[in-house]
């Protein structure tokens, strides 16, 4: 049963992350907790691994469209290792509940900005 909800998560998580560009953290890890029994610091760290390999198919398609800003990602990409080598050393120093608590806190404040953002007045 467990591969069947691998396969799962992997479709569902490639076709959001394509259509809408999350996967990663905001479907991957829920679901890997939830439906696989992983650890949140396990569901965490292997998304983590996952992200790379959805990021880069998902930046090749794009990159074709010409929707990839190459300075933008290049910046972020060279400084966000950082940010993770300091998130992981807390993750691995906070509790299993403190980790669900504040993912739960990020996912919620992350869609009430886009709600927000989506029923904003468009300036055509």
């Known amino acids: 049963m467990d591969e069947l909800f691998a396969i ?3 479709l569902a998580g490639g076709l959001a992350g394509g259509l809408v560009g999350v996967g990663g953290g905001v479907l ?4 890997l907790t939830l439906f696989l029994g992983l650890s949140q610091i396990e569901g965490e760290s292997t998304s983590l691994l996952m992200i790379v390999i959805v990021a880069l198919v ?8 010409g929707n990839v800003n190459l300075r ?7 400084l966000s290792p950082v940010g993770v080598l300091i998130g ?6 906070l509790s299993q509940r403190a980790l669900e608590l504040s993912f739960a806190a990020l996912v ?5 900005g886009l709600v927000r953002r989506a029923l904003a007045p468009q300036g055509d």
């Open 8 to 10: 799962l998560i992997a």
């Open 28 to 31: 991957f890890v829920p679901a």
């Open 58 to 65: 998902g930046t090749y398609r794009q990159n074709s469209y």
């Open 72 to 78: 933008d990602a290049a910046v972020i990409g060279v």
């Open 88 to 93: 992981v050393a807390v993750a691995n120093e």
């Open 108 to 112: 919620l404040f992350i869609a009430y």
